[in-house]
């Protein structure tokens, strides 16, 4: 059995199943995919959702 959330390294907060994420202005956002990746680094263009723009950034401002 695999967790419903996990912490990636330097990178996304990833959702299995069915979950409810409140973006900054705290509009709920229900998943719907089977994963789905979560910001962590606030630098996306599309939050709450991870864009993948943490890839390009300085080791030191990944989460």
Do not use: I, N, Q, Y
């Amino acid at each position: 059995m695999s967790a419903d959330v996990v912490l990636c390294p330097g990178g996304p907060m990833l959702l299995r199943g069915t979950h409810v994420v409140a973006d900054e202005d705290g509009v709920e956002h229900t998943t719907s995919r089977p994963v789905s990746a979560v910001c962590r680094c606030g630098r996306s263009a599309a939050r709450p959702w991870c864009d993948g723009t943490h890839k390009v950034l300085p080791e030191e401002l990944r989460p």
